[in-house]
T-cell receptor, first 116, second 113 residues
């Protein structure tokens, strides 16, 4: 069983829809959570970075962490065709420098298409 | 902004060749990483380095080696390329304090014929 599970999709929505992307994880020691966006033929770029349970908002994006359920979400409001990409969740342990705290465990990524 | 630059976007090599992939970052980051990305398998860590000349194996180090002689540069070496090493290779860097987000380059799509 993978440590981080993410539905690969593909997910297709109309422009303006609210998108919900999710990851579940099995290791309760994960403490830091990230969302990356990856456009076709490009590297992943950091979208959101959160620590602890709760919500974090940045423009049209909201990251939500529920540690009790081991579940994280990314919401995209008023989705645009330019949001079409693969979204990867990532998480890390609360660790010391150099080893465990520096490594990220990634979900497989969800491919999103926003149709005009 | 952090910039991670990978030397080649596309590379075609033959089986048995020794292949070098180069990565340079401009933010004085202590940590550097090499991943490969394959459909259905996601991102898998090959090696990472937390300091000059220091390295640690990731999840799939077999068939690969790395070199970090300078802080800003991290090289991935395929000692004897095989067709199952055809993949997208991504380099990343992060600050050394732990639990820092990683910043990625745009990848090298490597084909081994």
């Amino acid at each position: 069983q993978k440590e981080v599970e993410q539905d690969p999709g593909p997910l297709s929505v109309p422009e303006g829809a609210i998108v919900s992307l999710n990851c579940t994880y099995s290791n309760s020691a994960f403490q830091y959570f990230m969302w990356y966006r990856q456009y076709s033929r490009k590297g992943p770029e950091l979208l959101m970075y959160t620590y602890s349970s709760g919500n974090k908002e940045d423009g049209r994006f909201t990251a939500q962490v529920d540690k009790s359920s081991k579940y994280i979400s990314l919401f995209i409001r008023d989705s645009q065709p330019s949001d079409s990409a693969t979204y990867l969740c990532a998480m890390s342990l609360l660790g010391v420098k150099e080893t465990s705290g520096s490594r990220l465990t990634f979900g497989e990524g969800t491919q999103l298409t926003v149709n005009p | 902004d952090v910039k991670v630059t990978q030397s080649s976007r596309y590379l075609v090599k033959r089986t048995g060749e020794k292949v070098f992939l180069e990565c340079v970052q401009d933010m004085d980051h202590e940590n550097m990483f090499w991943y490969r990305q394959d459909p259905g398998l996601g991102l898998r860590l090959i090696y990472f380095s937390y300091d000059v000349k220091m390295k640690e194996k990731g999840d799939i180090p077999e068939g690969y080696s790395v070199s970090r002689e300078k802080k800003e540069r991290f090289s991935l070496i395929l000692e004897s390329a095989s067709t199952n090493q055809t993949s997208m290779y991504l380099c990343a860097s992060s600050r050394g304090q732990g639990n820092q987000p990683q910043h990625f380059g745009d990848g090298t799509r490597l084909s081994i014929l």
